[in-house]
């Protein structure tokens, strides 16, 4: 029973609007080429600069200003921004089904009647 639930509730939230809303943002995230290589360029600084501090160095201060103008350019590219709206308001629906689900969980303790179905 309780695999059917989930798997409805699974099924409901991946037709909602909000999540329809996150995929389309992110495959068309995919399709701009220039905010991927954006993203790909800060993720190998971030890396680089990982290993530099493994070691005990500090990473450069040409990385860091690299870094710091990938970030401003990124967070100005309509395709990352849309991306971003489109998770935080997913993930307003997702803090709210976790609440629905807490309340019925708290409902469902406090009852003794047994339900099978």
Same mark, same amino acid.
């Given at each position: 029973m309780l695999t059917?639930?989930?798997? =409805?509730?699974?099924?409901?939230?991946?037709? *909602?609007? =909000?999540?329809?809303?996150?995929?389309?943002? *992110?495959?068309?995230?995919t399709d701009d080429k220039a905010a991927v290589a954006m993203l790909e360029r800060m993720e190998q600084l971030r890396v680089e600069a990982q290993q530099m501090m493994e070691r005990g160095e500090q990473p450069t201060a040409a990385m860091e200003q690299e870094l710091d103008s990938l970030l401003g350019q990124v967070q100005t590219n309509a395709t990352y921004q849309r991306v971003m709206v489109a998770n935080e308001n997913f993930d307003k629906v997702m803090v709210q089904v976790n609440q629905w689900i807490l309340d019925g969980i708290r409902k469902g303790a406090a009852s003794s009647i047994i339900t099978l179905g």
């Open positions: 059917d639930k989930a798997t =409805e509730l699974g099924r409901l939230i991946g037709q *909602s609007s =909000e999540y329809q809303t996150v995929k389309r943002a *992110s495959d068309a995230l």
